[in-house]
């Protein structure tokens, strides 16, 4: 016990200093430092799978982790990530297990500061909420956006996605909006704004305003996405064909 705690104390500035914990209160921290377990996971292993929902989110203090995409669409690399992420905080809060996450490479381990997702459903939603939508997770916006443009009449290839998916999140493109039932609020026009959350209304669905959401009964917060919508308007702008030459004798034209 004495080690265990020796080490997890050595880790705190690494938790303390990741998001979303740095947002949150000097009491809120104490709750959850008391709560924290030090976790080791083998080279390979994996993290989060597609099967199953979390049961704990993890502060990653020594190693990397590839986060994945969905079986269904060959689990395209998203993202490598080192110590000082938090991963697992959308996954809880979204409700939804898309993709996967696992140590990265064949030889190093992971070892991180994990926090079981009871303890941190304890937190008050108040103060919590408006942290957690302060940034966006890639998983997050390729599951969105993959849900929406698989409705497109002419989808974007998966190599054209992770592109305008990794300018949206390098550009700070998009936004976090989280409705709770029976509170007042409203989105801004300048995005378009999409369903994030597991719910009845499903993920990728563009979302027009909050009235959409007033019949939700849950009482959990529904996350919402919004997207630049000028960036998105110029990604899903239908390409002109190249004009076609045709060949006559010794003169070409362009027709």
Known sequence: MTSTYAQIEALLPIFHNAYPFNGLSAFICRYLTSRLEVVSF???QVIYSEDKPISMIHCLVKGQVQVLGSAA???PTLAVLGAGTVIGWERWLRSTTFG???VAGIEDPVTTLALRIEHFEQLAV???LPVLAEQLSIAE???VMIRFVERLPTPLSIND???LIY?????RLAIAYHYLPN???SLSPKYQWFMSSNHAIPIGTPIRSLSALSTDTTHQPVRLIGIDRQCLATALKPQSPPPIAVFHAEKEYIS
């Open 126 to 128: 108040p103060e919590v």
């Open 141 to 143: 916006l390729f599951e």
């Open 100 to 102: 996967s996450v696992r």
């Open 42 to 44: 083998l080279p390979g």
């Open 161 to 163: 996605l992770k592109a």
């Open 73 to 75: 669409i060959q689990s």
């Open 167 to 171: 300018r949206i999140y390098q550009q």
């Open 183 to 185: 509170t007042d609020g």
